[in-house]
């Protein structure tokens, strides 16, 4: 199976703190290889095996303390 590299805008980080907080939650999806997230930017590039769930990440998100705003 091939790998997707999707990137998201999330809203409310500011800081390393707020990267490792995301990167931790969005990481733990099934499927998701990689993520890389930039306070600077406010994207999250999530790598992952296929098509990644757009709802899952957002509730990984959520669940960080952060918005996803959408596909960047």
Do not use: F, N, Q
Not at 16 to 28: F, I, K, L, R
Not at 49 to 72: I, K, N, S, W
């Amino acid at each position: 199976m091939s790998t997707v590299t999707t990137t998201y805008k999330v809203s409310g980080m500011t800081c390393g703190h707020c990267e490792g907080a995301v990167t931790t939650e969005v990481s733990a999806i099934d499927g998701v290889t990689d993520v890389k997230a930039v306070a600077a930017t406010g994207l999250v590039t999530v790598t992952s095996t296929g098509e990644p769930d757009d709802e899952a990440v957002r509730a990984a998100v959520d669940e960080a303390g952060y918005e996803l705003v959408g596909r960047a």
